[in-house]
């Protein structure tokens, strides 16, 4: 199995989720080699249930995963907390919506939920628990306790980061972190533009259809993280018709 870890299908927060978008995106992402995605979309996202809504009504859903013509699609959603960082949960379709449910009022950034807080909620449902970005300056984690640190499954080689920051210092940076920590590191795009996908990904030795299963992969070290030779021109293409797509969108817009 080839997996990216951390993805989005919709290009902003403010749009409207759309099933020919997210076709695209999936095609995008099979030339580009993967097999499988963990879908991570924004909580707090414009009419976050319409997207499950929309792919519960087009595709079979096995184990905790959609089948999208052979393409695996895991559920899941990235969730802001007061520290400043960003979560990425993954589990049964379920779990994903009974969690979102308990994060009503919570979506702005001074209404932003606790760390401690949101593990808490998170504990009834067996869930791959990912701290995103772990050294990204507008979203850090390093800062928090080692404590609460140390209850995720992975941490989050990101693609938009390195593309930033460089490459090798932040592998050398997240994979330290992780490695002090006992955390392991998996690799995530973080992309919202299907030109995105393909500058990280994972080889999994399991063809995995449940959430445990991955959990497992990944705490066994069964798995390698290969980055894109092309992650530069992937990511700065992919923000750059991001940003200009994004100055002409009104909320709620289809972007197909």
Do not use: W
């Amino acid at each position: 199995m080839i997996i990216d870890f951390h993805t989005h299908m919709k290009l902003t927060k403010k749009v409207a989720f759309s099933l020919e978008y997210f076709r695209k995106s999936i095609e995008e992402a099979k030339e580009s080699g993967l097999t499988a995605l963990t879908l991570t979309e924004h909580f707090n996202t414009y009419r976050f249930g319409d997207m499950y809504d929309a792919l519960d009504q087009e595709y079979a859903y096995h184990g905790d995963c959609y089948d999208v013509d052979g393409f695996k699609v895991f559920t899941g959603m990235e969730i802001d907390v007061k520290e400043g960082g960003h979560i990425l949960f993954v589990g049964n379709r379920q779990a994903i919506r009974d969690i979102r449910r308990q994060l009503d009022g919570h979506e702005t950034e001074d209404r932003f939920i606790g760390l401690e807080t949101l593990f808490r909620i998170g504990e009834p449902y067996d869930l791959l628990k990912t701290g995103a970005h772990p050294f990204r300056e507008s979203n850090p984690l390093h800062h928090v306790a080692a404590e609460l640190l140390m209850q995720f499954d992975c941490f989050d080689l990101n693609g938009k980061d390195m593309y930033k920051y460089g490459v090798d210092t932040m592998r050398e940076q997240v994979l330290k972190f992780g490695s002090q920590l006992g955390v392991p590191v998996v690799g995530g795009s973080d992309t919202h533009h299907p030109m995105q996908f393909g500058c990280v990904v994972n080889h999994l030795d399991e063809a995995c259809t449940t959430v445990a299963e991955l959990k497992r992969s990944v705490q066994q070290g069964r798995y390698r993280i290969d980055i894109s030779p092309c992650l530069a021109t992937k990511v700065k293409a992919a923000n750059t018709i991001k940003k200009m797509l994004k100055a002409n969108l009104e909320p709620g817009a289809v972007v197909s």
